[in-house]
């Protein structure tokens, strides 16, 4: 029996969302592993979501070097230009798997760039590296000082997750904050944020299969009025196919973004 290769999804996020051409240079240098790209110039912020461990070194090499962490302004939080790397375990791969490639790439980086790495994963999770990076923390890998130009990277290994955002209509940073709170949970991180006049509820689904995009829209809509919703990179197919399809406008969701979609038509343009 032919055995199903093993597939790892890496959604590296890079502390650059407003230089678009700059952005779309880089995708071009990274090549086909690049599935998507999602840039916002209020969070100052793109989120590339790719298969395997050589496309992130690809870009890593690409935006260090182009991009300074010493000009940045934007209101997501960060500690460097290539700010988080998640490995993910897809068909095939395993947790094992993704820790593997989370340690490479952060030795790697390391050695190569000079840049060392905060892991997260069964260590620690993102929101506690933002909290404590270079505080009382010292990086797991590399230089013990943030690289002048590029800070340090959150090197992770996850499970899928889905990014959301909710923007908010007629109403108050405050109320913002406080539905924020309502909605944190072991299944949702959240963040409220004001992006420009705009107010934005911003959320990491870390359980997408209880907790998907239909249930924080409707419980973010049952306390504010909501503007619009917003998905940030890809979803699971079996995350979008509970979704009852009358809906997947309103929620900003389709069948050609999902992360198995991507994937076949990757493998496609390869031959």
Known sequence: MRQTAAVLECVVNVSEGRRLEAVAEVRRLVGPDVLDVHSDAYHHRSV?????????RALARAVVGRFDLRLHEG??????????????PLD????????????????????????????????????????????????????????????????????????????LADTTLADARRIARDLRSREVRTLALACGPHLQVSMNLIAPDRVGPAVVFDAVAARAPVARAELVGLVPARVLAAVPKARWGELDLGADRTIERRLAECAAARG
């Open 48 to 56: 590339f979501t790719m298969v395997g461990t050589e496309a992130p």
């Open 92 to 167: 095939g791969a395993s947790m094992a798997d993704a820790l593997a490639a989370r340690d490479d790439f952060a030795r790697w980086a390391a050695d190569e760039l000079g840049i060392p790495s905060f892991f997260y994963g069964p260590e620690r999770d993102l929101p506690e590296i933002r909290r404590r990076a270079f505080v009382d923390l010292a990086p797991d890998v590399g230089p013990r000082d943030p690289h002048p130009t590029a800070g340090a990277i959150c090197a992770g290994a996850r499970e899928v997750l889905v990014a959301y955002n909710v923007w």
């Open 75 to 88: 209101v997501h939080p960060r500690i460097g230009i290539v700010d988080v790397v998640p490995f993910v």
